[in-house]
C-alpha cells in the first residue's frame, strides 16, 4: 500500500516536471513571458497529458518513462524548476550556485568511489550532516536568499516523512540535473561579464 502511493506521488511529480519543462521550452520559442492564467492551464494539460496511460502501445503513463530515464528529482531541483515556471522568486544567488556547483564536484567523484570514504552514507540519518545541512540553509538566509531556506526545510521534511522512495538525505538535496545547472550557469554568468567588459572595452577605447 504504502508502496503504491509513493509511486503515485513520483508520478504525479514528474507529470508536474515534465509539464513546467515544456511550459520554459515554449516560453523560450515564443521569446515571450505567458500569463500565469495561461501557464496554470498548460500545466493542467500538460500534466494530465504526462499523468494518464494513453493506451495504444503505451501501457505506463509517458511520466513512467520520463521517470525511468531520469529518476526521481531531488526536492531542491523539482520547487527551483516549479517556482522559476509559476512564481516570481527571487534569482539563485551565484555565491549559492557556486556552492553547489562545488559541492557536486566532490560529491559524485567520491559516491562513485574515487576516494577513501563516500559521503553518500552520511545522507543515513548522519546527526552531524543534517547539522550542516540546516547551517548551510541559515547561511542562505543571511545572504538574503529566504527561498533557498524555505527549499531546504521542505527537502529535510520531506525527508523525514519519508515522502520519496529513498531514505538518504541527499537524494532530496541534490541531484545530476541541479549540479549540472550550477555548473552551466557559472559558465554562463562568466561568459557574460567577459563578453560585458569586451564591449565596454570597444565602446570606451580611444578613437
Not at 531546504?152 to 540535473?177: C, G
Amino acid at each position: 500500500m504504502m508502496n503504491t502511493y509513493m509511486q503515485t506521488i513520483a508520478l504525479i511529480e514528474m507529470s508536474i516536471t515534465c509539464a513546467m519543462v515544456l511550459i520554459w521550452c515554449f516560453q523560450k520559442v515564443l521569446q515571450t513571458q505567458m500569463s500565469l492564467t495561461v501557464r496554470l492551464v498548460l500545466l493542467l494539460l500538460l500534466g494530465n497529458l504526462f499523468f494518464w496511460p494513453l493506451g495504444l502501445s503505451l501501457e505506463l503513463p509517458l511520466a513512467a518513462y520520463v521517470r525511468g530515464v531520469t529518476g526521481d528529482l531531488s526536492i531542491v531541483s523539482m520547487l527551483l524548476l516549479w517556482s522559476s515556471i509559476l512564481l516570481s522568486v527571487k534569482d539563485v544567488p551565484m555565491g549559492v550556485k557556486i556552492w553547489i556547483a562545488l559541492l557536486a564536484i566532490i560529491f559524485y567523484p567520491l559516491a562513485l568511489g574515487f576516494g577513501m570514504f563516500d559521503p553518500y552514507v552520511w545522507g543515513y540519518g548522519s546527526f552531524g550532516f543534517l547539522i550542516a545541512v540546516i547551517i548551510f540553509g541559515l547561511l542562505c538566509g543571511l545572504a538574503g536568499w529566504v527561498w533557498g531556506v524555505w527549499l531546504i526545510s521542505l527537502a529535510i521534511m520531506a525527508w523525514a516523512a519519508h515522502w520519496h522512495e529513498s531514505t538518504n538525505l541527499w537524494d532530496y538535496l541534490l541531484d545530476p540535473f541541479l549540479a549540472v545547472w550550477s555548473v552551466c550557469a557559472i559558465i554562463t554568468f562568466i561568459y557574460q561579464r567577459r563578453r560585458a567588459k569586451t564591449q565596454s572595452g570597444y565602446l570606451f577605447r580611444a578613437g
